[in-house]
């Protein structure tokens, strides 16, 4: 399989601070990455797309302003979370779609999450 | 739009025990169907799909068939371990299940 990486793995902050979450995939080029949400016990909630070089696109109720997702090169995502707030608090996993010398049989490989906590 | 049912858990097994964790979608067209493990702590990792209708996916003693007729992928090993205690996700390309927490015990 193909490895992503998150970073860092965990964080706390202040409410009202901003919190960048880095996404890599480490031996392959992701052509899309994608942004999940997961609360204690529940699924994956889809937040955003991107395309490598393009806008991210939102889902429903996913406030782009505050979660500010930049894709710019192959290999790096970034979710940035502004003027975090306790509700904020959840564990972000980022996921990853490419290719490696072939298409990587259109498979998302997960990072491992960042967990999240606004005091 | 597209989403998963997957049976709630928790489900606690002895180990040896069979499993069965069920799953059915909706769904327009004839999506990949994909199992995902999630170890305590660790991101989701792929544990098993199947691409079209009949397929059968299988690794690590497990397995799932894509059912068009009944639109179900349901999950089963015969005889689970100890460290199959995970949460179990079935999927589509970007809608997820709840989860399925199995707990096997020794």
């Known amino acids: 399989g193909a490895v992503v990486s998150q970073h860092p793995s965990w964080v706390i902050c202040k409410s009202g601070t901003s919190v960048k979450i880095e996404c890599r995939s480490l031996d392959f080029q992701a052509t899309t990455m994608f942004w999940y949400r997961q609360f204690p016990k529940q699924s994956l909630m889809l937040m955003a797309t991107s395309n490598e070089g393009s806008k991210a696109t939102y889902e429903q109720g996913v406030e782009k302003d505050k979660f500010l997702i930049n894709h710019a090169s192959l290999t790096l995502s970034t979710l940035t979370v502004t003027s975090a707030h306790p509700e904020d608090s959840s564990f972000y996993i980022c996921?990853?779609?490419?290719?490696?010398?072939?298409?990587?049989?259109?498979?998302?490989?997960f990072g491992p999450g960042t967990r999240l906590t606004v005091l | 739009g597209n989403s998963v049912t997957q049976m709630e858990g928790p489900v606690t097994l002895s180990e040896e025990a069979f499993l069965t964790i069920n799953c059915t979608y909706t769904?327009?067209?004839?999506?990949?169907l994909f199992w995902y493990v999630q170890y305590p702590g660790e991101g989701l990792q792929l544990l098993l799909k199947a691409t079209k209708a009949d397929d059968k996916g299988s690794n690590k003693g497990f397995e799932a068939t894509y059912r068009k007729e009944t639109t179900s992928f349901h999950l089963e090993k015969g005889s689970v371990q100890v460290s199959d205690s995970a949460v179990y996700f079935c999927a589509l390309p970007l809608t997820f299940g709840s989860g399925t927490q199995l707990t096997v015990l020794p």
């Open positions: 996921s990853a779609r490419g290719f490696r010398g072939r298409a990587l049989d259109n498979e998302q490989f």
């Open positions: 769904a327009t067209g004839y999506p990949s």
